[in-house]
């Protein structure tokens, strides 16, 4: 509330000047400047990704099939539930901010120290999270393989679960060659880490299993088929809006084309299917838990003041209530990354 | 704008359990995927979508509103942004996804294949 700093009475003043429309101190209006620039931003972001979507709507990948991980949970398919807790964590730690500016009102200095306290642990384990969240995500859980074409081949057992590239790889193949490293050439020579598994052990090992099948990306709907015809997909295993399943003749036919396997993702590419998705997946989250990140930052400055007592001699607590502001804005983001990202 | 300042303790705890209410049902349909939300279309998309993006503006509302204390500020400020961004983002979101949507044509029905 700008009243706490502005106190002129401007009623009958309006040509005269020092007339305030907006009631607002100049500080609180610039935050809300910065939050009306910051908001399109994310929403450029999230429109964008949108479009990159629309562009690949029969192809992009499935939430609830990539962020299944739940801490303590290993192999138990948890779709959203991490999400969803990192979620209410973010809520509380915006309730525990606006009780802090609440305190502020009432010149409770010991209050607004204890909620700002509890906002910043709020906002430190979100950050956390989103940490163990993109490990996940670039770590991988099955692999899958790129084709020369560029789509990626996924592999499911006869009942349609999906198979690791661990689960089926035939090691006894020797791999192409060797991680390049320092030790073993020049100083100056090195790569990035070579998958697990070669394309030809991938290959071996899926002709050696007779009852792997691949799955492909594009979304099973009457209209997909429909647009690839010829298709030979698998009637029995392939359920409306999951993931196209192929017969075992046209997975032999499709995994010849292969070229890369994909564990994990990377800016490149990624073993979930359009590499869009990861790229999208990075920049957006990452983009925000860099201002959750710099939330944190700015409220433990705010809170070094409000233990100093600085806005006890200011006598107003305007500057918690415009970190608030700052802070509500990230919460309010993440709504929308949520929904965009792991809902629809 | 409320120039006394009483504690609003009440009002944001009964913001926050009805954000924790609105998520759990997010949450909840996200995973269930009843099916005939899921599988009925509306404008383009399917129910199940559209529900979630209402819900999420009905957050971001309250969010704004009584977290960012919309609901003190003058009307002049409050238009100033609300309005601004609305706008703004409602014209950004219709011309890309257009696009998009333009391009996914495209790309279906060309000749060449893309991706294979």
Do not use: C
Request: glycine share 8%; charged share 15%.
């Amino acid at each position: 509330m700008g009243s706490t700093v502005t106190t002129a009475n401007t009623v009958g003043k309006t040509w005269d000047g020092g007339n305030e429309p907006l009631g607002a101190s100049y500080g609180k209006l610039m935050m809300w400047f910065f939050i009306v620039s910051d908001a399109l931003t994310f929403s450029g972001f999230l429109a964008a990704y949108g479009f990159s979507r629309f562009k690949f709507i029969e192809t992009w990948p499935l939430a609830d099939e990539v962020f299944t991980h739940f801490p303590f949970a290993h192999g138990v398919a948890a779709p959203m539930y991490y999400v969803a807790l990192m979620t209410f964590i973010l809520i509380f730690s915006s309730v525990t901010m606006v009780l802090a500016v609440d305190a502020g009102h009432q010149m409770k200095q010991g209050k607004v120290a204890f909620y700002m306290f509890l906002t910043i642990i709020g906002g430190l384990i979100f950050v956390g999270s989103q940490a163990w969240e993109w490990k996940n995500f670039i770590h991988g859980e099955y692999g899958a393989i790129e084709t020369k074409g560029g789509s990626l081949l996924q592999f499911v057992d006869a009942t349609g679960k999906r198979v690791a590239l661990e689960e089926f790889a035939d090691t006894s193949i020797p791999k192409e060659r060797e991680q390049l490293t320092r030790g073993k050439a020049k100083w100056f020579m090195e790569e990035g880490s070579l998958p697990t598994y070669s394309v030809e052990q991938i290959q071996a090992g899926f002709k050696s299993h007779p009852d792997l099948l691949v799955r492909i990306e594009t979304i099973n709907s009457a209209e997909t088929v429909a647009n690839t015809k010829g298709l030979n997909e698998n009637p029995a295993l392939n359920s409306p809006k999951h993931k196209l399943i192929l017969s075992r003749a046209e997975s032999e036919k499709r995994l010849a084309d292969a070229t890369i396997v994909v564990e994990g993702a990377n800016l490149q590419r990624n073993e979930y299917g359009s590499k869009l998705f990861a790229d999208f997946f990075f920049f957006i989250t990452g983009f925000h838990g860099f201002h959750v990140f710099s939330g944190v930052l700015i409220n433990i400055i705010i809170f070094i003041n409000v233990l100093l007592g600085t806005y006890e001699k200011r006598r107003t607590y305007e500057m918690v209530e415009k970190v608030g502001l700052y802070w509500h804005f990230v919460d309010l983001v993440w709504v929308f990354v949520f929904t965009f990202f792991y809902l629809v | 704008m409320s120039h006394e300042h009483v504690s609003n303790t009440k009002r944001i705890w009964f913001v926050f359990g009805l954000l924790s209410v609105v998520t759990t049902i997010e949450v909840i349909l996200g995973i269930q995927k009843p099916e005939f939300l899921h599988m009925t279309n509306f404008l383009g998309m399917n129910l199940l979508n559209w529900i979630f993006i209402i819900l999420t503006i009905y957050k971001a509302y309250y969010i704004v509103w009584a977290f960012m204390h919309m609901e003190g500020e003058t009307p002049a400020l409050r238009r100033a942004v609300v309005w601004t961004v609305i706008f703004l983002i409602l014209y950004l979101v219709f011309i890309l996804l257009t696009e998009g949507h333009y391009v996914f044509g495209v790309f279906r029905d060309a000749t060449i294949k893309w991706n294979f």
